[in-house]
């Protein structure tokens, strides 16, 4: 069974920035990729970053995230820079995870609450 467990949430002043993470535990063989998504409220959950043998962007945080990972932990880090009232919404970690077969599996975190004042 695999996990991705979040962490960093919480509230923050228009123009602050806030770091989430994001680890995955379990038994796999390898993390094919890595990303974080996001969900407002009465809206889609939308792509935010991903990072695998790219690294993409959606153009609503380009310039203001940066995804990066640390492979050796199992972990992907989001740091959100000059943060808007419109980047509120719980954030989501997802994860593609490869079995020793080949097979891939996509696992969700649990997500965490980002919250921007204005």
């Known amino acids: 069974q695999v996990q991705l467990v979040e962490s960093g949430g919480g509230l923050v002043q228009a123009g602050g920035s806030l770091s989430l993470s994001c680890t995955a535990s379990?038994?796999?063989?390898?993390?094919?990729?890595m990303g974080w998504y996001r969900q407002a409220p009465g809206k889609q959950r939308e792509l935010v970053a991903t990072?695998?043998?790219?690294?993409n962007y959606a153009d609503s945080v380009k310039g203001r995230f940066t995804i990066s990972r640390d492979n050796a932990k199992n972990t992907a880090y989001l740091q959100m820079n000059s943060l808007k009232p419109e980047d509120t919404a719980v954030y989501y970690c997802n994860a593609e995870i490869r079995t020793r077969g080949g097979y891939a599996y996509v696992y969700w975190g649990q997500g965490t609450q980002v919250t921007v004042s204005s």
């Open positions: 379990g038994s796999f063989f390898s993390i094919s990729a």
């Open positions: 990072s695998g043998s790219s690294t």
